[in-house]
């Protein structure tokens, strides 16, 4: 590709579309697995009192339940991206390179 | 001599080591123990296989390997599916399954926060990282950062960042797999050092990354099966229902209740978040991980392998988690699996034979018998063979891609004269692996996994995000930040208790806190923005005037897609 392409690339309303939208998705949801796990840390760090507490009558403390949903929203997290990015994204990116190819 | 020759001569010469181990060891037990004959055995006989087949792949892929992109990208051929399986085998070490299951063991609730800690880097490496790097990169990820960028500075300090990385966690690694055989195969130290060495030395300089990726498959299935059977054991006991076990795991460790919530691991709030920043961002910055999105045919298929590889590591972790707690369960209370004392007393924790890491080993005995017991041994050495083997290809392409050919041939090196040094490198990397084992096996080097996270987050990670997400970075500023970065991370650690106190033996600690990530993290980032902006030079407007093209090619693969498919 040359210079010129490259411009017309970036000038494209899909390709302007494709990056606004994936930067958006992409951020929002590195904030949250950051705020997830930070919030945990902080809580094993400022509250340990908080996750000792029990569920209902058992044994079970409410920090193995946020643990192990911590290490589920990890992979729910990618999961959420990979169905987006492998639909929605690569839809765009084919029509935008479909397009500036032609 | 051919190389399949050479590949002849030396799996000659490792069987007739290990023959020899086997003979020696052997003549060893007639004065030990003989209880622990059989289970070496077992163990050592499915070694044994486990090796054959490794040699066996190793061989059909040293014939298919004839490009640079087939020695060190696989010829981009691996499907995600394959990708995500080998990313998890790259990083589910022998330290994560024994350690964590052993600190489970140990301390309950405070394993799980090291598990989560190493898996919350996943999301970030899919989020950020990997479609960009398989879009603008070949090989490594020098390639991306130095796509726009001066390719001879960026490419030494990448390689720089590699290679500390590769050397910090192969000490680890050596140490720990000396150790481990040691005790489970009843193995002298050194003996088993040389033949993780020259093991992964067969693999990655005959089979390169194909070999490599197929060992990591491999011990990836062996391990999650060896590891599902334990947690599937466990659970069975206890109805399926975790709150009973939970409940019989309180009834019997001496900590009680208190396993359940978090303990005294995470000292301070701001080692904590250090240490959590160095874990989060140090995977996104692992040159052996990353290495593993060019063997992938497209962006789609290295997100996909994200995917799969986070799913694999979080099950892996959580199956930890239950084997750790299966251990409190059925082994605190059998004094067999426990060093006592005359009076018949024996410390329910510290007093495990082989010490806490062994919980996993001696939990495998406890459900699955001797034989069950060889095959955990076995899956445990294999796992550390293909972690290594993991590390040396990518120390070697560091050598031989970034440093070679692009810094001192300067893209004038003939293909074979690459892969050939590559190789060369593979040899040389596995030889000071040895013999850096060798020379730190009475050394604390639990520190040293840190350093490498510590380095790869400070140093790898904002070099490669910087270049490929702000125009603004120029080399001067990546050069300057990426070595600060570096620099900064060795030094708080080597001035921080674990180094400076209990290794070098000084009274105090200079650096009050376990982990520099926080410090270093920031100051590679500031370095990088402060540098870059200060920057006036004819370089830095080229630099950013370039950024464009290679934006477009990032999040689009336009210019990239057949990049090196042959």
């Known amino acids: 590709m040359t210079q010129g392409d490259y411009a ?13 939208e994936r930067s958006k998705f992409a951020t ?38 946020l643990g192990i949903g911590v290490i589920l929203a990890a992979w729910l997290l990618t999961g959420i991206y990979v169905r ?19 | 001599m051919t190389p399949r020759r050479i590949l002849l001569a030396l799996i ?8 020899a181990i086997g003979g020696a060891w052997a003549a060893g037990a007639v004065e030990g123990p003989v209880a622990r004959q059989a289970l070496n055995w077992s163990a050592i006989v499915m070694f044994f296989v486990f090796v054959l087949a490794t040699l066996g792949i190793t061989w059909r892929a040293a014939m298919q390997t004839r490009s640079a992109a087939d020695f060190y990208a696989a010829g981009g051929g691996i499907t995600g599916w394959q990708n995500g399986l080998a990313i998890a085998g790259d990083y589910m070490s022998a330290a994560s399954f024994l350690g964590i299951s052993g600190l489970v ?35 490594t990820f020098s390639d991306v950062a130095s796509f726009r960028l001066g390719e001879t500075p960026v490419r030494i300090l990448s390689a720089t960042g590699t290679l500390a990385v590769v050397a910090f966690y192969l000490i680890a690694q050596m140490v720990g797999a000396g150790k481990l055989i040691q005790i489970l195969f009843g193995m002298e130290y050194l003996y088993a050092v040389v033949i993780v060495g020259a093991l992964m030395i067969i693999y990655v300089a005959f089979g390169g990354m194909k070999a490599t990726t197929w060992v990591q498959i491999i011990k990836a299935c062996l391990l999650l099966a060896g590891a599902s059977f334990m947690a599937f054991a466990v659970l069975w006991q ?74 694999l590591i979080a099950y892996f972790y959580i199956l930890t988690f239950i084997i750790g707690f299966g251990a409190i369960t059925f082994l605190m209370n059998d004094p067999s699996y426990f060093t006592v004392s005359a009076n018949g007393s024996y410390n329910k924790i510290s007093g495990l034979l082989g010490g806490t890491n062994m919980a996993a080993v001696h939990l495998a005995n406890a459900v699955g018998g001797s034989l069950f017991l060889g095959f955990i041994s076995a899956v445990a050495f294999a796992t550390i063979l293909a972690v290594v083997a993991g590390l040396t290809l990518a120390g070697a392409t560091a050598v031989s891609h970034d440093l070679y050919a692009s810094v001192i041939a300067r893209g004038k090196a003939s293909e074979q004269k690459e892969v050939r040094l590559s190789k060369l490198s593979a040899i040389v990397i596995g030889i000071v692996a040895i013999i850096l084992g060798y020379v730190f096996e009475n050394q604390n080097v639990a520190f040293m996994v840190g350093l490498a996270f510590a380095v790869a987050a400070s140093c790898n990670f904002p070099v490669l995000l910087m270049s490929v997400f702000w125009k603004g970075t120029t080399t001067r500023g990546a050069l300057i930040g990426g070595f600060l970065g570096l620099a900064s991370a060795v030094a708080m650690v080597v001035l921080s208790k674990a180094v400076w106190v209990q290794t070098l033996g000084f009274a ?23 540098f870059s902006k200060l920057d006036a030079s004819q370089r830095a407007r080229q630099d950013q005037a370039a950024f464009e093209a290679q934006y477009v090619r990032s999040e689009t693969g336009l210019g990239a897609a057949a990049a090196h498919l042959h």
Not at chain 2, 12 to 19: P, V
Not at chain 2, 111 to 136: C, D, K
Not at chain 2, 296 to 303: P, S, T
Not at chain 2, 522 to 527: L, M, R
Request: glycine content about 10%; hydrophobic content about 55%; charged content about 15%.
């Open chain 1, 8 to 20: 017309r690339v970036l000038q494209h309303p899909r390709f302007r579309e494709l990056t606004r």
């Open chain 1, 28 to 65: 929002a949801l590195s904030i949250a697995i950051l705020a997830i796990y930070l919030g945990f840390i902080l809580l094993v760090a400022f509250a340990k009192g908080l996750l000792a507490v029990k569920i209902g009558d058992g044994v079970t403390s409410l920090g193995i339940v």
């Open chain 1, 84 to 102: 987006r990015a492998n639909g929605r994204f690569d839809a765009l990116t084919s029509d935008l390179v479909r397009e500036i190819e032609r």
């Open chain 2, 12 to 19: 000659a010469c490792t069987a007739t080591t290990a023959a």
């Open chain 2, 105 to 139: 063991f140990a301390t309950g609730f405070d394993g799980l926060i090291y598990s989560i800690g190493f898996l919350v880097g996943w999301p970030i490496v899919l989020f950020l990282i990997a479609e960009r790097l398989r879009n603008l990169g070949k090989f």
């Open chain 2, 238 to 311: 206890f109805g399926f229902s975790p709150e009973a076990m939970f409940a019989a795991a309180v009834a019997t460790h001496p900590r009680g209740d208190s396993i359940m919530a978090p303990g005294n691991l995470v000292a301070d709030p701001v080692s904590a978040i250090s240490l959590g920043l160095a874990l989060m961002f140090g995977t996104a910055g692992l040159p052996h991980i990353l290495m593993r999105f060019f063997t992938v045919a497209d962006a789609k298929a290295a997100r996909k392998s994200v995917f799969y590889a986070t799913g």
């Open chain 2, 508 to 530: 105090k600690e200079i650096f009050p806190y376990d982990n520099p990530a926080l410090f270093s993290m920031t100051i590679a980032f500031a370095g990088i923005w402060l």
